[in-house]
């Protein structure tokens, strides 16, 4: 008698599945989840030292994914990380908006309401984003677009905050298409990584094979750069790839965002010949305010990544990459970034060491492509300096 309702009963059972699922998918894609990677309370007490020396220095971080998620940046948001009013109260002088373009596509282009040509196709989710910075700049002067050190540094001097371009990953070029380069140049990109989060057809990222190097095509992508302007930068990459693409090129490498394998061993994090073969080449390295490179996100644990490079090679190569709005619950928001340096001053570290480490030292690198372009431009272009 029960074998006649069977099949209805296993059509039920598909459509409620189905159904479920459906929900689950529309949820998933109507939720927004930045209170997940909210900034914790804060930690410690500011003092007026700290805050002055905070205000006078010139404050640059080097990777906020902010253009990923749903929200205006020029308004205050209650979630997420990064927006103008944020920037501003931290003290922040400069901030690097990174482009993201491979993972999660569910995030960063469906569940976020993108427009349909970004669904499959990473060159033009980068070129949205830049759309979508590019629009809440207009008609503002307390917030611009920067593509030399010179103007950072003007803007820093009557209170307007830099906003800078860095690429997440050469995938993003449509089949290996290093023209694209030409025009990331000409609209305020600065950096560009050869791989993000898996291989890619220009090298090999740190969860990867680590003796796997840079492809042909990714020699060919850093030569273009050196041509252009275009820092290298070796976040996400494996060992091989990251000393061979520092190898190769023209300017100082960054690493715009990392933490240390000497204080915490994960394959996101950099090695110590690999802090050599940044600083051999005067290049910078950001280190991260949480995610997988930290243990947990605490200030003293940033300080530890900071203190190892600094005891490694100096702190001449050590700059902030907070990673902010990256799927991470930082240490700090911009808000909450005078903490930092008031964890530094109650470390010991000279005004000279937090002033670098804040900022002068990504102005240095930045300072010294832009000095080799002039070079290049007057016809006069400098011999290759040495590796150390």
Known sequence: MSEPSNPSRRRWLRRTIGVGLLGLTATAFAIDFDWLFDAPAPQIEVSERARRLHRSAIVIDLHADALLWRRDLRRRNRHGHVDFPRLREGGVDAQAITLASLWPIGLNAI???????????????????????????????????????????????????????????????????????????????????????????????????????????????????????????????????????????????????????????????????????????????????????????????????????????????????????GWIRPAVDPAGLPQLTEAMVRRGWSEARIRRILGENVLRVWESRDRLLAARRSGHPPAPRPEK
């Open 111 to 325: 569940r976020n309401r993108w427009p349909p040509r970004t669904w499959t196709r990473p060159w033009e989710r980068v070129r949205y984003q830049m759309e979508r910075l590019a629009h809440m700049l207009e008609g503002r002067d307390d917030v611009a677009l920067v593509r030399t050190a010179a103007e950072l540094r003007a803007n820093a001097a009557r209170g307007v905050i830099s906003l800078f371009h860095g690429i997440e990953g050469a995938h993003a070029l449509p089949d290996g298409d290093l023209s694209k380069l030409d025009w990331l140049a000409e609209h305020g990109v600065l950096f560009v990584a050869p791989v993000h989060l898996e291989d890619n057809a220009y090298g090999h990222h740190g969860g990867g094979d680590p003796e796997r190097g840079l492809t042909e095509l990714g020699r060919r992508l850093i030569d273009r750069m050196n041509e252009l302007g275009l820092l290298v930068d070796t976040a996400h990459a494996g060992s091989r790839t990251l000393q061979e693409a520092v190898r190769r090129s023209a300017f100082p490498p960054i690493n715009s965002h990392t933490g240390v394998k000497a204080v915490r061993d994960h394959w996101r994090n950099i090695s110590d010949d690999d802090i050599r073969a940044i600083a051999a080449r005067d290049g910078v390295i950001g280190i991260m305010f949480g995610g997988m490179a930290l243990d947990h996100p605490r200030i003293d644990e940033i300080l530890a990544h900071m203190q190892h490079v600094i005891d490694l090679v100096g702190d001449r190569y050590v700059a902030l990459g907070s990673d902010w709005d």
